[in-house]
């Protein structure tokens, strides 16, 4: 429609101006949630990697955790993977090698001063309250039995530890087939119990497999 050199929208040009501004501003809505969306889920990301890094260096983000932050803010969340934090840990971290290298060398040298203590106390502990050391074990089987009627019954016999070997070699390592050292444990066990002897003055025959008639009263 023109008049006076004025040219008129139409009612369709306006209808199709509307639609179309209206659509731009869906548009415009859309990509703003999308960029919140995602502007969102960047924070969230770089707060887990920040947290993964405090847990993996406790004591650095203890001692420097406001520098380790202020540093990290100068570059945008989307950058903060765990490589960049870790980069950013390694930085603040080299900014005190001295301090940190004298704080180690301190307590090592605390705790060789600690030691060199308990060892000056033990040293100086009388005999009697020092831990008594433990006897070597006896090499002869028959040392080795601690219940005294027993002990006075095999003496009586004339047991010897070449007896005992045979004996253990004959039984209970051919057959069951344990160690010396087993055998003997066995042997020892079964001798201070009682299995093997009777009244505590002889020794039961079918133990060492030979007939033995106990003396008539």
């Keep these: 429609m023109k008049g006076q050199g004025v040219t008129v929208p139409s009612a369709t040009d306006r209808t199709t101006s509307a639609l179309l501004e209206q659509r731009t501003n869906e548009f415009t809505h859309q990509m703003r949630q999308q960029q919140d ?4 889920q960047a924070a969230n990301l770089a707060a887990t990697n920040l947290r993964l890094a405090q847990m993996k260096s406790p004591d650095v983000f203890q001692k420097y955790g406001p520098e380790i932050d202020a540093t990290l803010r100068q570059f945008d969340p989307s950058t903060w993977t765990p490589q960049g934090i870790d980069t950013v840990v390694d930085m603040v971290r080299g900014r005190h090698y001295q301090e940190l290298a004298q704080e180690h060398a301190e307590r090592i040298a ?3 001063a600690e030691q ?4 000056l106390a033990v040293a100086a502990m009388p005999r009697s ?3 008594p050391s433990a006897p070597p074990p006896s090499s002869n089987v028959l040392d080795r039995v601690t219940t005294p009627v027993y002990k006075a ?3 009586r016999l004339q047991l010897t530890q070449k007896t005992v070997d045979e004996f253990l070699a004959a039984t209970y390592m051919k057959h069951d087939g344990l160690t010396k050292e087993q055998a003997e444990e066995k042997w020892v066990a079964q001798v201070n119990r009682g299995d093997v002897i009777t ?4 020794m039961i025959s079918p133990v060492f497999g030979y007939d033995h008639n106990p003396p008539r009263r």
Excluded: V
Excluded at 37 to 40: F, K, L, P, R, Y
Excluded at 199 to 202: M, N, R, S
């Design 116 to 119: 060199e203590r308990n060892s």
């Design 110 to 112: 605390a705790q060789r």
């Design 199 to 202: 009244d505590g003055k002889e």
């Design 129 to 131: 309250m020092a831990a």
């Design 153 to 155: 019954a095999l003496d």
């Design 37 to 40: 969306w995602m502007s969102q």
